[in-house]
């Protein structure tokens, strides 16, 4: 991994999205998908999105 956030991949960014994911981290996973989202192209980021939803949007009480 490079110390340069310029440096960083969208792939980059979607390991560190799963990793947050398995450590019960939703929301730093939603905004690293987001980020990785926003260097993928079109339908595939918006496979991404799905994958990683606002978990404010999809609280459950």
């Known amino acids: 991994m490079t110390s340069d956030p310029a440096d960083l991949t969208a792939a980059d960014y979607l390991d ?4 947050m994911t398995a450590a019960d981290r ?7 998908a987001e980020e ?4 993928t192209p079109s339908p595939a980021a918006a496979a991404i999105r799905a ?3 606002d978990p ?3 609280r459950k009480d």
């Open 16 to 19: 560190s999205a799963r990793e």
């Open 26 to 32: 939703p929301y730093l996973a939603h905004l690293l």
């Open 36 to 39: 990785a989202a926003q260097r």
């Open 51 to 53: 994958t990683f939803p």
């Open 56 to 58: 404010t949007t999809t």
